[in-house]
Each structure stands twice: as structure tokens, then as C-alpha cells.
């Protein structure tokens, strides 16, 4: 769902990066509470995992794919406001490094891939978490419907943004019925991706998972035929670092993005289908970046199109891992100097 330049007119597409620009700034400010001593590590991993995923696009009908949008998953994992940070975080990287997602347009794709998704999908997460049983089962239960609904909805808020300044004129109607139909197809991939991720780092180490925190349930005892609390117990021995989740997701990043990306779907994704379709995508402008030598995935100068599109996916995550984990230790570097202060 990366929108290219020539998509919405420039007044729109600036209204969209000062609400981009207010939800980063707001999440940065969010983010020094969540980014504790068990999140911080894994914030920069979580934002390259993402750029992996988004690599692989995965079919969902006739000629068309989709691919992980991960504000979702990002949410879940680190926090809602981290989640911005991350999604801002790789959307930035690829309209830079590999021209995916236009540079005009890029508070439109942070505002409809990283904050519509993450709120849709993080308010509702904990509506569910709230009402199901509180066991670990409903944290993966939770991730996928919240992960599900999340991408029709950032569909819909682009046809929204669409109708506030599309460059073409197509009936609204047929772009909204077209948008959310095949992203709701797309949203059930994101939703098993998101679902499979969350369960297994909550299997290995549920502590780091942001959503899944605080849903022990306290043991009751029959006292007197009334049930009471019991006194907690013994807290269990420190399960130390997050460093092999953290080697572990960095190994499973690698992998996908230099080696199993290879074999994503060439088809196009669910916008540049209904783009294609409808028109939407007549005045589309080049990428500002379109000479990179990164463009397209694929690195210049290198025939053997495996190789190319794998090395340029190893450089995107080692990229983004990068420029993650500095934005996320200068944001933790202040949560700590704020503390220090009030002491």
C-alpha cells in the first residue's frame, strides 16, 4: 500500500505530513515509557524484521499480491507508540534507499501504514485482551483479528485521503469497494504473519511482548468459603537478556530478505492493482530516487537477479536495524536522562 508521487495533490499530501510529523512527535514522547530495559533492545530489531516481511509478497488473487504492513505486529511486540516509530522508520528507509513509496507522499504512508494501523489495530487488540480469558492463547487469538482488521481499515482511510485530494477522477464508490475488498484478502496474511510472530516470541519470552504483559491472573484460595487472593509467589529467577530472541529475529530477518524474498510474488500488490484497474495511477510522477542504486530491490551493477535482490535486502535490513536502534537508544538515552532528573 506504498503510495507513489502523483497519487494525491501536494496540498493534501502536505496536510498528511504535518499529521505525520504531530503522530511521530507525539509517539516519541509516548515511547520513552514503553521503551524500558526489555523493549528498547528489540525496537530496531522489530522495525528490520518488518522491512524483511514487507519484502515478500504473497498472492491473494488473480494477478494480484499483498504484503505485510506491520503496524499490527509492531504494536503488539513494543508498544503502540514504538510501533509509529517503527513503521515511520521503515517507510523512510525504502523511499530512500529502494524507491518504494513516494518521497511527496510519504506522510501519507506514514499516516495510513503506521498510524491508522497501529491505532485500529492496537485499540482493538486490547478490547480483546480485556474480554477473553487471560491466558497467552488470547494474546495470539487477539494479534490476528486486530491484525486482520487492521488493513481494510488503512485501505479505507486511503480512499479517504484519495477523496480529499486523488489527482484523477474516478468515483469514490469504486475505489473504496475495490480497496478494501482485495486488502481484506491481504489482511488475512497479515493477520497469520502477525499471529505466528507474536506466538512464538510469547512462547520463548512472553515478557517481551508488550501486549502480552500483565495478564497473570493472581491464584485464589478458599478462605472461610470466600475466595481470596493468594500471597504472590516467589518471583521466578530472571530470564536475563533478550539477547537470543534478538539473534534469533535478526537470523529469521536475514533469511527472508536475502534469500526467501526471491521467491515473493512478482504480481501487483493490492494498490497498484486497483490503481491499475480503475486509473487511479494516471498522473503517478517518478521517484524522486528512482537512480539509486538500490531502486527496485535489486543492487545496480549486479546481472544475477538473486543475488542483486538478495544483497539488497541484506543491506535493507542491516539498513533500517541501523537507523532503528540509534533513533530508539536516543529516545531511551532521554527516558533515562528524565528519570535521572526527577530523582
Not at 499529521?19 to 530495559?37: F, I, P, W, Y
Request: charge should be neutral.
Amino acid at each position: 500500500m506504498h503510495v507513489p508521487d502523483g497519487f494525491i495533490n501536494a496540498p493534501v499530501s502536505a496536510a498528511a505530513g504535518v499529521v505525520a510529523v504531530g503522530a511521530v512527535a507525539v509517539s516519541l514522547r509516548g515511547a520513552r515509557r514503553e521503551l524500558d530495559e526489555r523493549a528498547a533492545p528489540l525496537a530496531g530489531l522489530v522495525a528490520a524484521f518488518i522491512f524483511a516481511v514487507q519484502m515478500l509478497n504473497f498472492p491473494v488473487a488473480a494477478g494480484t499480491s499483498g504484503h505485510l504492513l506491520g503496524g499490527a505486529l509492531a504494536a503488539i511486540l513494543v508498544g503502540p507508540y514504538t510501533g509509529v516509530l517503527c513503521i515511520a522508520v521503515v517507510l523512510l528507509m525504502q523511499g530512500i534507499l529502494f524507491a518504494d513509496g513516494g518521497l511527496t507522499a510519504l506522510g501519507v504512508n506514514i499516516t495510513v501504514m503506521g498510524v491508522v494501523t497501529v491505532v485500529v489495530a492496537y485499540a482493538l487488540f486490547r478490547g480483546l485482551v480485556l474480554v477473553l480469558p487471560r491466558t497467552r492463547r488470547s494474546v495470539t487469538v487477539a494479534s490476528f483479528v486486530a491484525a486482520l482488521v487492521s488493513v481494510p481499515a488503512a485501505a479505507a482511510a486511503f480512499t479517504l485521503v484519495y477523496a480529499l485530494g486523488g489527482t484523477t477522477d474516478v468515483p469514490l464508490g469504486k475505489v473504496l469497494t475495490a480497496m478494501v475488498g482485495v486488502h481484506t484478502l491481504i489482511g488475512i496474511g497479515e493477520a497469520a504473519i502477525t499471529m505466528l510472530t507474536v506466538g512464538a516470541v510469547v512462547a520463548v519470552r512472553p515478557d517481551l511482548v508488550h501486549g502480552a504483559r500483565g495478564l497473570s491472573t493472581p491464584l485464589k484460595l478458599r478462605v472461610n468459603g470466600e475466595l481470596v487472593d493468594a500471597a504472590p509467589a516467589t518471583p521466578a529467577a530472571d530470564p536475563g537478556s533478550p539477547k537470543k530472541v534478538w539473534i534469533g529475529g535478526l537470523i529469521a530477518a536475514l533469511v527472508l530478505a536475502g534469500f526467501v524474498s526471491f521467491y515473493a510474488s512478482a504480481s501487483p500488490d493490492g494498490l497498484e492493482k486497483v490503481a491499475a484497474d480503475k486509473g487511479i495511477d494516471k498522473n503517478v510522477e517518478e521517484h524522486a530516487t528512482a537512480d539509486s542504486p538500490l531502486a527496485d530491490y535489486g543492487v545496480e551493477g549486479i546481472e544475477a537477479t538473486r543475488l542483486s535482490g538478495g544483497l539488497a535486502g541484506v543491506i535493507g535490513v542491516g539498513a533500517t536495524l541501523a537507523v532503528g536502534t540509534g533513533a530508539f537508544w536516543m529516545v531511551r538515552r532521554r527516558r533515562t536522562e528524565s528519570s535521572g532528573a526527577q530523582v
